[in-house]
C-alpha cells in the first residue's frame, strides 16, 4: 500500500501568497518527517525536516507543521515567489536503525507573478 | 552543498541485456540507496547499502538486481537481464550515517530506458 500520499498533484499560488503542500502517512512506526525539493531533470534535496517529538519547525518561510494524531505533515512556504516553482516531495522514515525513506507522489507548486 | 554524481545520464538497452548504473556518493558517506521512479509515478525505494552489504531492499529489489561498491569505487545497480519493467529514472542517494534522521543526498538521475 501507499505509505506516503500527496493527495494534490498540483497547486498554483500568487506571488506574496502562502503555499501550504499536504502529505498523509500510515505508518505509526515514522518517527522523521522531510520536505525535498525538485527542479526538473534535477536531483531531489531535502528542505526542511521534523522528528515526531516536536509538532512544528520554522526555517525563515519554511514551517512544516507535524499533526501525529491525525497521521498528516505539512509545509507552508510564506511569500512565495517565482523560484519556489517546483516539485515538492514529502518522506518520512521508520528510525529504529532503518536508513530508508519512503516518499510521496510530489506536487507541483506553481507560483504565478 | 555535497554533490552525488550519476553516470550514465541516460542509457537505452535492449531487454534481456545487461546494465551497470554507477554512482559517486558524497565523499565521506557510509550509507548508499537506489529508488526507482516509474514516469508519472512516485519514486521509490530499491535498496540501501552499508559496509559492502544490504541492509534493505524492498520487493522492487528482483532477483535481476544487484549492488556492489568495489573497494571504495562506484556504487553500482546492475541489472541482469533487464526487462521492459525496469524503464524508469533511478535515482542514488548517499548519507552520512543510518538512521532515517540522516539526510540523504541525492544525484540526478539516470534515465533507463529499455526496448
Known amino acids: 500500500g501507499q505509505q506516503v500520499k500527496q493527495s494534490s498533484p498540483s497547486l498554483t499560488v500568487q506571488e506574496g501568497g502562502i503555499s501550504i503542500l499536504n502529505c498523509d502517512y500510515e505508518n505509526d512506526m515514522f518517527d522523521y518527517f522531510a520536505w525535498y525539493k525538485k527542479y526538473p531533470d534535477n536531483s531531489p534535496t531535502l528542505l526542511i525536516s521534523?522528528?515526531?517529538?516536536?509538532d512544528k519547525r520554522e526555517d525563515g518561510r519554511l514551517t512544516v507543521f507535524l499533526n501525529k494524531s491525525g497521521k498528516h505533515f505539512s509545509l507552508h512556504i510564506t511569500a512565495s515567489q517565482p523560484e519556489d516553482t517546483a516539485v515538492y516531495l514529502c518522506a518520512a522514515g521508520a528510525g529504529g536503525g532503518s536508513a530508508k525513506l519512503i516518499f510521496g507522489e510530489g506536487t507541483k507548486l506553481t507560483v504565478s507573478s | 552543498g555535497p554533490k552525488v554524481l550519476q553516470i550514465p545520464s541516460h542509457q537505452i538497452i535492449d531487454m534481456g541485456q545487461m546494465v551497470t548504473l554507477n554512482c559517486d556518493p558524497v565523499?565521506?558517506?557510509?550509507?548508499f540507496y537506489w529508488y526507482k521512479q516509474i514516469l508519472g509515478q512516485q519514486m521509490e525505494f530499491l535498496v540501501n547499502f552499508y559496509n559492502g552489504k544490504v541492509m534493505e531492499k524492498s520487493k522492487l529489489f528482483k532477483d535481476q538486481f544487484s549492488v556492489e561498491r568495489p573497494d571504495g569505487s562506484y556504487f553500482t545497480l546492475k541489472i541482469q537481464p533487464t526487462a521492459l519493467e525496469d524503464s524508469a529514472v533511478y535515482f542514488c542517494?548517499?548519507?552520512?550515517?543510518?538512521?532515517?534522521?540522516?539526510?540523504?543526498?541525492f544525484g540526478e538521475g539516470s534515465r533507463l530506458i529499455v526496448v
Open positions: 521534523v522528528r515526531s517529538n516536536v
Open positions: 565523499s565521506n558517506h557510509l550509507y
Open positions: 542517494a548517499s548519507s552520512l550515517d543510518r538512521g532515517s534522521g540522516n539526510t540523504l543526498y
